[in-house]
């Protein structure tokens, strides 16, 4: 199975940086989600690693160590709408249609 | 260009009832997922179609659930002899396929047992 841990919860500045991170024990491992998801709202995609390293999209990274069984989601430049709940899965290998969700991070944006 | 929808937005009902719930993925996903999110809680995958057929079942949380899809497109969750910890927000999502690995989510149905 899948154990995903990430922080409950974590307040930033606007216009700051902020570092959300994951760490993950699998018995497999095909690649890592980010969602974000607006209070009473579904989630939407940010990113997804399968392979080590950062991928860069506009405000948004993600980094991804295998080897670490770790992940993180960067955020720079934060903005009040960026208030959300974010959420780490993994994507299970045998089973390319099953991913696991940690809780999410709850980030609260302040001015 | 619609997305994915879902029905009801809303539903409650009393312990012991049975209950549907549909999804329309997006036109052209042969993928579709199911899953439960409790209040502040992540999400609990329960099943995943890919075209018609169902390859894993083990996220079912007991046999009172079934979900079944026809044509690949609309599926439907169901819910036998509902219990109070049925209660969450059941989300669908598809995709263009399971090799695919952006999924596009509906609004889900925000399920009260009472």
Redesign the interface.
Known sequence: GQNIDQPTEMTATEGAIVQINCTYQTSGFNGLFWYQQHAGEAPTFLSYNVLDGLEEKGRFSSFLSRSKGYSYLLLKELQMKDSASYLCAVRDKGNAGKSTFGDGTTLTVKP | GAGVSQSPSNKVTEKGKDVELRCDPISGHT?L?W?RQSL??????LI?F?GNSA??KS?LPSDRFSAERTGGSVSTLTIQRTQQEDSAVY?CASSAG??S????????TRLTVT
């Not at chain 2, 502040?40 to 995958?45: D, K, S």
């Not at chain 2, 690995?101 to 889900?108: A, D, I, L, S, T």
């Open positions: 993928a997922y899953y502040g809680q992540g999400l609990e995958f995943y890919q390859p894993d996220g989300l399971t090799k690995y952006e999924q596009y989510f509906g609004p889900g």
